[in-house]
């Protein structure tokens, strides 16, 4: 069943009887490698798509080259840490807040 929002927003429509369905497939401490692979290709988008068009080709193939050894410097990084996980840790404080 389709209803209008409180308030009367013209041209949106909420289906009230919706079922929604949610898929975990892990956080960084799960897929850390994909997590890290995530983030730089993020990084590469955001940068190609607002700032690529601004700096000569040639700085743009340099600073991707510098993307790419970051990448795999934070994959051999992680790959020789004892523990497996994206991104700096949490303090101890917080771990222990969220816990209770």
């Known amino acids: ?14 289906a009230s009887g919706s079922n929604h369905s949610l ?3 892990g956080g960084s401490r799960v897929q850390p490698y994909r997590s890290i692979f ?11 798509k607002n700032f690529a068009q ?3 080709f040639l700085f743009n193939w340099f600073y ?3 993307m790419l050894v970051k990448l795999l410097l934070s ?8 523990e497996k996980f994206a991104g700096s840790r949490k303090p101890q404080a917080v ?4 816990a209770h």
């Open 75 to 82: 994959l051999v990084i992680n790959l020789l840490r004892a």
């Open 64 to 66: 991707y080259l510098a």
């Open 1 to 14: 069943m389709l209803a209008r929002p409180p308030g009367g927003l013209d041209g949106i429509l909420y």
């Open 38 to 48: 995530e983030w730089h290709k993020s990084y590469f988008l955001y940068y190609r």
């Open 23 to 25: 898929r975990k497939h």
């Open 95 to 98: 771990i222990d807040k969220l």
């Open 54 to 56: 601004d700096y000569f």
